[in-house]
C-alpha cells in the first residue's frame, strides 16, 4: 500500500519557477518525477531526518522537504530546494 503525495502551494510555485529558470528544465522534471515516485513508495527510506521533524531528500538538482503522516498514510512536500 503507497502513500498520497500532497504537496503545498507555496512549494509548487517554487517548483514551477525552478523549472522555468533551469538550465536544463528536463533535468528538473527528471528529478521531480524521481523523488515524487520514492515518496509515494518508501518515503521513510528516503533522505535524512527522523519521524518526529522533516526529512530532507536529494535528487539532483532539487532537494525536497517533507513530512510523514503515517496513520493517514500522507507524505506532504513543504519545500523544494534547487540545487544547481
Known sequence: ??????????AERV????W???DE?????VASNAI???LKTTP??????????????????????FSIDEGKRIVTITKYI???
Open 25 to 29: 528544465p528536463a533535468a528538473v522534471t
Open 44 to 65: 521513510w527510506q528516503a533522505g535524512i531526518g527522523s519521524a518526529h521533524q522533516d526529512r530532507i531528500v536529494f535528487e539532483p538538482p532539487l532537494g525536497v522537504v
Open 1 to 10: 500500500m503507497g502513500y498520497d503525495l500532497i504537496c503545498v502551494k507555496s
Open 15 to 18: 517548483l514551477a519557477e525552478m
Open 20 to 22: 522555468i529558470e533551469a
Open 82 to 84: 534547487y540545487l544547481g
Open 36 to 38: 515524487d515516485k520514492l
